[in-house]
DNA sequence: TTTAATTTATGATCCAGATCATACTTAAAT
DNA sequence: ATTTAAGTATGATCTGGATCATAAATTAAA
């Protein structure tokens, strides 16, 4: 029974979720080099909602965002968090279907919008960015075919190990993930408690320390 | 506690399920009269498995595969359907990723294997290839979204009548819905004996009518 | 530095759906 | 036409994780 206000979605880590494949440095240039203006969103802004039709493609110059549906009840689904020099929004805009899910800004971001068919120009302009484009796709499906098969088969246990085992690949060793419990269970579809005995039990087991309550990576 | 032989396994129907979006002609065209070979699979038979490392695109000449990712108890999670003239295989391949899923001809199929630097000469050479291929990935990611919501938020009820409503979308009016109970389990990640009571509850509600045991639309 | 707001923590209860068991129906194979 | 296998059906029990309740520890704000 979550609301939405988005104040405590703070995330400062999960530098890269879905979406380690980057942009090309070219393409990112061509960005911000041409007419596109970014829009400043503040921490908490909604950049699009589930229904609304499609008609760009955002990337982000600098900030955050997450991507989530929410439930007739309230509760969230993190579908997926984006970051700098990423895009999101290409999927529903390409296949001409509204949008799923909310995006909302997690922090202080500048995004720009790439109308469609300027989109699609760079997409004809800039074979390479398709290539990549192909890669980031097939990268989130990754993520989504795992998580799936998680959500379907495992018990909370398995599906805590796999997902903190997932985030723990962008986290040094005695570095702490900078994900709360919270957006654990929104990740995972668990509740907190259970997310936080489960990661009291990892613990317990060494599978990771705790110190503060912050999870750190053994 | 399910395991993994085959025999059971005979989708006549769900003819699209994720990828609605067709290989052009052309393309097809262009693998059939060139020397690519098709491989004989027989109902059953394991085109590939988790684990292994990818080096081709699999095309499908003609039959139907399913794609599913096994837990440790033996238990089933059908990832995705693919059926004549469709391919599967492309993100593991395009990331150099092992595979997550079996693949396994769900009925006798002809099967292209494209080995990866032809895949990504057909890309080059056909950007128009490209393009279909980003719309057939953005699909999958919106039926993949779209399931992990349920299975992360949803009750059995919700899940199914979703499930069915999405399958339905390819099915006439008074036409059956050719996909068993247990296979609606496999992709909703609930019990057959919970699946067999949701449908009867649905079908008392006139969600849907039971004839024979098939479910018809209405 | 005090207050307020998040986040983590833990125990007690409850229930949806899994599990187990057994039978019936329909379709396929011989 | 008969056997066999696959799928559907239904009741009884059990359990993992949700829910509820309450508090302690961090972190942010005033």
Request: glycine share 6%; charged share 30%.
């Amino acid at each position: 029974m979550k609301k939405i206000p988005i104040s405590r979605y703070f995330f400062k880590g999960i530098l890269i979720l879905v979406n380690q494949v980057l942009l090309q440095i070219m393409t990112i240039k061509y960005l911000l080099d041409s007419n596109f203006k970014p829009t400043s969103y503040g921490k908490g802004d909604v950049i699009y909602e589930p229904g609304a039709q499609p008609r760009a493609v955002y990337f982000i110059k600098s900030g955050k965002v997450r991507m989530v549906t929410v439930n007739d009840d309230g509760k969230e689904f993190i579908q997926g968090i984006f970051k700098t020099n990423e895009y999101f929004g290409e999927p529903a805009l390409l296949l001409d279907k509204p949008y799923l899910a909310y995006t909302i800004a997690t922090q202080d971001s500048e995004i720009i919008a790439v109308k469609g068919e300027d989109f699609l120009k760079m997409l004809k302009d800039h074979p390479d960015f398709s290539m990549k484009l192909i890669q980031t796709l097939s990268h989130r499906l990754f993520y989504k075919s795992m998580m799936l098969e998680e959500l379907a088969n495992e018990h909370a246990e398995h599906r805590i190990r796999t997902l903190v085992a997932y985030l723990f690949k962008d986290v040094e060793h005695g570095q702490e993930l900078k994900v709360t419990r919270q957006q654990l269970a929104d990740m995972s579809g668990l509740r907190v408690e259970t997310v936080i005995r489960i990661i009291k039990k990892l613990s317990d087991q060494k599978e990771l320390k705790l110190m503060k309550g912050k999870i750190i990576k053994i």
